[in-house]
C-alpha cells in the first residue's frame, strides 16, 4: 500500500504528498554549482558575502565545479571584478587567515555580467552567459526589495526560472506586514515557498545554532527549561555605531522594524520552541510559528508598563565626541524614529507563562554587545551570607559578540578559612575556538551560503514567521503611537536611557551587565 505523509507549509495551509516524490524532490534540493549573486559590488557582498566564499574556499567545503556570477550595472570586465574580489579580501579578511592559494581559487570563480535590472531586454545577456552553466541555479538578490519584482519579471521573462532553481532575499522584508505580504506574493508568483530563502544571518552564527544542541542535547538544561526552572531571559543586541551613511534608510525604518522584528524575535523562538520531532526545516519552522503565535500582543493598555523608545543624542565613546541621531548626516531635527528600544514580551503557553522575555537593542551604545542571559530560579531555601542573596539563581550566558561562547555561572566557596558561609559566582566557560581547536569561528554567511548550496531551509524564515513577527511589531508600534507615551532620549556612549532600567526593574530583575 502506497504510503502518505502530512506536513505544514508556510503558508498555513495543510498538503500531502508521496514519500517518494518527496525524497525524489529532496535530492533534487541537495547540490547546487550556479551561483548568480545581484548586487555583486554593493556592500553586502563586498563585506560579508565575498569574505563568507573565501573562508569556505579555504577551508575545502565548495565544489571544484561551483562558479560564481556577479551581476551589476557597471560595465567591467571579469578581470575587474576578480581584482575587486582580492580588494575585498585583502580588506575584511584578516591577514593571519589569507591563504594565497585559497584566494587564487575563489577569484577564479568569479566571472561578471552587466545588467540593468529594469531593462528587459538586459536578462539575455544574463540568460546568454548561463546558457552552459550547470543546472539548477541560485540566484542571490543583494539588492534593494524594490527591484526584487523587476528581477523576477526578467528572469521569468528570459525562461531563467526553472522548478529546481532557488532563490535568496535579504532583510529587510518589507516595512511592515503590508508591505511584507506584497513582496512575498510576487515572491510566490514565480517560485515555490521550498525555493525561497530568507536570510537572517543571525541564524547562521556558530552559538546560535548551538542553542539547539545546548537545549536538547543536555538534559541539565532540557528539564529545566521552562517557568518552573527559570526566572526571566534577556535579549541584548548593542551596538556602539551609529547611522553612519544610512540615515535615509534607516528613518524609514526604525530599531524596533530593523532589529526586534527579525533579529531578536528569531533569538526569541530559538530559546522558547518546543523540542521538533526531528532536525528538518519543516519541524523546526513549524514550532518557531507556535512560538510566534503565543506572543502576548502589547496593546495601548499594556505598552506603557512594558515598552520603551528612546533616541540618542550627542555623546561620548572611548573619549570622542558624538553627534546626536538628528544631527547625523542627512539628518532631520524634527525626526521621532527611535534608534533604541526595549521590550517585556510574553509567551502564552503552558512552558513559559509567567516569564518575561526582554528584548532591548539600540545604536550608539556604550559598547557592541549580542548576547542571551538565562536566569534560573533559585532554591527557595537559601542558608547562606544573606549580603549575597542576590547571587541565588545561576545564570547562562550566550554572548554572540564581541566573542562567540556560552558560560554558565555557578556558585562556590571562596578560598578561606573564614569563608564558610559565603559563595561566589564563579563562570563555567565554552571558547570554540580553544575548545574544537578552530581557526576561527565560522560567520552566519559561510553556515547560510553552506545550507543554500546543499538545500537546506532549517536556518532560513519561512514566510509565516516573517508576517507573525510583522504583525506582533505592528502592533507594538501602532500602540505606542496611539498612546501617551513619550520618546525618551539617552546619551550616545550609554547603556541607553534609564527608563529601560526601569522597566525591569519594576518587575524585580536587571539586565546583565559585565
Known amino acids: 500500500m502506497e504510503k502518505e505523509v502530512s506536513f505544514s507549509i508556510t503558508n498555513g495551509f495543510r498538503t500531502q504528498i508521496r514519500i517518494e516524490e518527496w525524497a525524489n524532490l529532496s535530492e533534487s534540493l541537495k547540490k547546487i554549482d550556479s551561483f548568480v549573486l545581484f548586487g555583486v559590488l554593493g556592500d553586502l557582498s563586498i563585506r560579508k558575502l565575498i569574505p563568507a566564499w573565501y573562508y569556505l574556499e579555504r577551508d575545502n567545503m565548495l565544489s571544484d565545479a561551483l562558479k560564481i556570477l556577479g551581476v551589476g550595472r557597471k560595465d567591467i570586465s571579469d578581470k575587474d571584478l576578480k581584482d ?25 570563480r568569479f566571472s561578471y555580467c ?41 528572469l521569468k521573462g528570459s525562461n531563467l526560472i526553472t522548478p529546481d532553481c532557488r532563490i535568496i532575499i535579504e532583510k529587510p522584508i518589507g516595512f511592515d506586514l503590508d508591505t511584507s505580504q506584497e513582496i512575498n506574493e510576487k515572491l510566490t508568483r514565480y517560485f515555490d515557498e521550498s525555493q525561497i530563502y530568507r536570510i537572517d ?64 524575535l528569531q533569538l526569541l ?19 518557531k510559528v507556535k512560538v510566534l503565535e503565543a506572543l502576548k500582543p502589547l496593546d495601548e493598555e499594556s505598552i506603557s508598563s512594558n515598552f520603551v523608545s528612546a533616541q540618542y543624542i550627542d555623546g561620548e565613546i572611548d573619549g570622542n565626541q558624538k553627534s546626536g541621531y538628528v544631527n547625523e548626516d542627512g539628518g532631520k531635527t524634527e525626526s521621532k524614529t527611535e534608534t533604541f528600544v526595549a521590550v517585556k514580551a510574553e509567551i502564552q503557553n503552558w512552558r513559559w507563562l509567567g516569564v518575561p522575555f526582554y528584548l532591548r537593542t539600540g545604536k550608539r551604545m556604550a559598547s557592541k554587545t549580542t548576547q542571551i542571559v538565562i536566569h534560573f530560579k533559585s532554591d527557595g531555601h537559601y ?3 544573606e549580603s549575597k542573596e542576590s547571587l541565588r539563581g545561576n545564570t547562562l550566558i550566550i554572548s554572540l559578540h564581541p566573542k562567540e561562547g556560552i558560560s554558565l555561572k555557578v556558585f562556590t566557596k571562596p578560598h578561606g578559612v573564614d569563608k564558610h558561609s559565603t559563595v ?28 543554500i548550496l546543499n538545500g537546506n531551509q532549517s536556518l532560513f524564515l519561512c514566510r509565516e514567521e516573517v508576517e507573525l513577527a510583522w504583525k506582533w511589531c505592528d502592533d507594538a508600534l501602532d500602540a505606542f503611537n496611539q498612546s501617551s507615551q513619550e520618546l525618551y532620549y539617552y546619551d550616545a556612549g550609554s547603556n541607553g536611557p534609564t527608563q529601560s532600567e526601569e522597566l525591569i526593574s519594576n518587575y524585580g530583575h536587571s539586565w546583565h551587565e559585565e
Open 269 to 287: 523562538c530559538l530559546i522558547a520552541m518546543e523540542p521538533p520531532n526531528r532536525l528538518d526545516d519543516q519541524s523546526i519552522r513549524s514550532e
Open 201 to 264: 544571518h543571525y541564524l547562521g552564527k556558530e552559538t546560535v545554532q548551538n542553542l539547539i544542541t545546548l537545549r536538547f542535547a543536555n538534559s541539565l538544561f532540557s528539564s529545566q527549561w521552562n517557568s518552573k526552572g527559570i526566572e526571566y531571559v534577556e535579549i541584548t543586541a548593542a551596538e556602539s555605531v551609529g547611522i553612519e551613511d544610512r540615515w535615509g534608510y534607516f528613518d524609514g525604518m526604525g530599531q524596533l522594524r530593523d532589529m526586534v522584528q527579525s533579529h531578536l
Open 383 to 385: 542558608i547562606f551570607n
Open 84 to 108: 575587486q574580489v582580492k580588494e575585498a579580501l585583502n580588506e575584511f579578511v584578516s591577514p593571519e587567515y589569507l591563504n594565497p592559494e585559497a584566494v587564487s581559487r575563489l577569484v577564479e
Open 114 to 154: 552587466t545588467c540593468d535590472l529594469s531593462k528587459i531586454e538586459s536578462y539575455k545577456d544574463l540568460s546568454l552567459k548561463l546558457s552552459d552553466w550547470k543546472k539548477p541555479v541560485t540566484y542571490y538578490l543583494a539588492i534593494s526589495p524594490s527591484l526584487f519584482e523587476m528581477v523576477c519579471d526578467g
Open 424 to 451: 561566589r559566582s564563579d563562570p563555567m566557560s565554552l571558547d570554540f575556538i580553544k575548545t574544537q581547536k578552530l581557526l576561527n569561528i565560522p560567520s552566519g554567511y559561510q553556515s547560510l551560503l553552506m545550507d
